[in-house]
């Protein structure tokens, strides 16, 4: 069966650090690939997404994702976090020609310290 | 910006009874779905539905489970004899074409006891 693999559970930062967030999938065909966030107490917020062409994608609020086909991956990363990036982060991936229902990962909780 | 709104923010609920849970779409979105997130656990697809009736359901979706569009905004989530295993996070999506611009609502947090 398809599936998403967040493989960091909790990640503690100081403020100004970097930031990389692992995300792989188990699928060999076509994926559109997405980031949501979770701020405590809020819904599922698109960071960015990919659905084709440049592997670099940027987001909002300084994130940015890059897809690497040959590794299944599409891991988030910002160069500096902030306080306020605090919150919940998950990875998701929409099999190309399904109707549209994204298979989650487990999520990833991001506590960034001042 | 269009929001996607869900009714109520919390229920709770006793085991064996029937709960619906509310959504609003985005107006001009023609794709609806239901996710869930059991406390500690990813966000799981339900069911997505359009064009009045169900695309695609999840193995989670079984007959306990329904959804209906009653009146042209609302999208509702019937379960019908709510068991302790139900209580979670649920969340409603619309999107104008399939995984084009997907919009999350704040989700219910269902309770059962």
């Known amino acids: 069966a398809q599936s998403v693999s967040q493989h960091n559970h909790h990640v503690i930062l100081s403020e100004a650090a970097s930031l990389e967030l692992g995300c792989n999938y188990s699928?060999?065909?076509?994926?559109?690939l997405f980031w949501y966030v979770q701020y405590p107490g809020q819904h599922l917020q698109l960071l960015l997404k990919?659905?084709?062409?440049?592997?670099l994608v940027k987001g909002i609020k300084g994130f940015e994702a890059e897809f690497i086909k040959s590794k299944f991956s599409f891991n988030l990363r910002k160069p500096s976090v902030q306080w306020s990036d605090t919150a919940e982060y998950f990875c998701a991936v929409n099999l190309g020609g399904s109707q549209g229902n994204l298979i989650f990962g487990k999520g990833t909780k991001l506590s960034v310290k001042p | 910006e269009p929001e996607v709104t869900q009714t109520p923010s919390h229920q709770v609920t006793q085991m064996g009874q029937e709960v619906i849970l509310r959504c609003v779409p985005i107006s001009n979105h023609l794709y609806f779905y239901w996710y869930r997130q059991i406390l500690g656990q990813k966000v799981e697809f339900l069911v997505s539905?359009?064009?009045?009736?169900?695309?695609?359901k999840s193995e989670i979706f079984d007959d306990q489970f329904s959804v209906e569009r009653p009146d042209g905004s609302n999208f509702t989530l019937k379960i019908r004899s709510t068991k302790l295993e139900d209580s979670a996070m649920y969340f409603c999506a619309s999107s104008a074409q399939g995984y084009y611009g997907y919009t999350f609502g704040s989700g219910t947090r269902l309770t059962v006891v």
């Open positions: 990919y659905f084709s062409g440049d592997p």
């Open positions: 699928y060999g065909g076509t994926v559109n």
């Open positions: 539905f359009y064009n009045n009736e169900i695309s695609e």
